[in-house]
Nanobody
Framework: QVQLVESGGGSVQAGGSLRLACVAS????????VAWFRQAPGGEREFVAA????????YYSDSVKGRFPISRDSAKSTVYLQMDRLKPEETAVYYC????????????????WGQGTQVTVSS
């Protein structure tokens, strides 16, 4: 089993920053793909960013590229999502997800999910 615990959500004004953290434990390696998704009220779960091994570049949705760098601290089994220049439309619950398979931007590819952390961006 794999357990994922997110933290770092909160409320911020437009243009501000937050850093989300996802701590992984259990049957997961430091090269297993981990992704962030978000889901706004009434919306579908949307891919944000994903990272795998040290030698594989992370990739991003077009909407966050250049603003939301994803990184990994293998010693702490933690994946971070730094969110800069946040916009009100990015208000959502942000989820961390992991897979024992390959990296993907599709939610259905991820077997393990955290409980989510709320991010609220006010205008």
């Amino acid at each position: 089993q794999v357990q994922l615990v997110e933290s770092g959500g909160g409320s911020v004004q437009a243009g501000g920053s937050l850093r989300l953290a996802c701590v992984a434990s259990g049957r997961i390696s430091n090269i297993s793909p981990v992704a962030w998704f978000r889901q706004a009220p009434g919306g579908e779960r949307e891919f944000v960013a994903a990272i795998s091994g040290a030698f594989s570049p992370p990739y991003y949705s077009d909407s966050v590229k250049g603003r939301f760098p994803i990184s990994r601290d293998s010693a702490k089994s933690t994946v971070y999502l730094q969110m800069d220049r946040l916009k009100p439309e990015e208000t959502a619950v942000y989820y961390c997800a992991a897979t024992l398979g390959g990296t993907s931007r599709y939610a259905r590819s991820y077997e393990y999910w955290g409980q989510g952390t709320q991010v609220t961006v006010s205008s």
